[in-house]
């Protein structure tokens, strides 16, 4: 049987979010219920990856031991729920480094694809911005939109969005369980 796979957004998806950015362990806070849906999935036979952007390297805000001291954490918390995390992908560049890692862009969904040998069309990336959605669909996965973080702006500016979207990570978890 192939491994299936749920791909996560970090920020505004797992953890509360800031427009200042999440720049410590300590500011890093799952929102609640995320890492129970996380462990809901893996009891489910899925494994679950994160990807990221994660500018705040680039505009010198941390740097990357602090950001994997971030990662440390959310995987210990994780794993206290019950859950595990495979693997984190992340995008260290700013907006204006046109690379082609950071989301809306596809390259991380590529490197994931190719580090797990999975086909993206058969994999749920879920999100709670507009580029999480724009990169999910260009790299052919299936999108999933959470109201968490940025969600509720997202719909506020995109309305007419044709996939599903949940409350939380945790009902999207529950979708996702329902449909396997």
Same mark, same amino acid.
């Given at each position: ?45 899925? =494994?679950? +990856?994160?990807?990221? @952007?994660?500018?705040? &390297?680039?505009?010198?805000?941390? %740097?990357?031991?602090?950001?994997? !001291? ?45 580090? =797990?040998? +999975?086909?993206?069309? @058969?994999?749920?990336? &879920?999100?709670?911005?507009?580029? %999480?959605?724009?990169?999910?669909? !260009? ?42």
């Amino acid at each position: 049987m192939t491994e299936r796979y749920v791909i996560l957004d970090r920020d505004g998806t797992i953890n509360v979010d800031s427009d200042a950015f999440i720049k410590s362990p300590d500011e890093w806070l799952p929102l609640p219920g995320s890492l129970e849906a996380i462990a809901l999935l893996n009891r489910h036979g899925y =494994k679950v +990856v994160v990807i990221s @952007n994660q500018s705040g &390297i680039a505009r010198g805000l941390f %740097d990357l031991a602090t950001l994997e !001291a971030m990662h440390d954490k959310m995987r210990r918390l994780t794993a206290g729920a019950g859950g595990q995390i495979e693997k984190v992908y992340f995008c260290p560049h700013g907006p204006a480094d046109d690379c082609c890692c950071r989301k809306p862009k596809t390259g991380l969904f590529e490197d994931f694809a190719q580090d =797990k040998r +999975v086909d993206l069309k @058969n994999v749920y990336s &879920i999100g709670d911005s507009f580029r %999480d959605i724009e990169a999910s669909l !260009a790299a052919g996965s299936r999108p999933i939109l959470v109201k968490t973080g940025k969600g509720l702006q997202t719909l506020q500016k995109h309305p007419n969005l044709n996939f599903p979207i949940f409350e939380n990570l945790y009902d999207a978890a529950k979708y996702i369980v329902s449909k396997s």
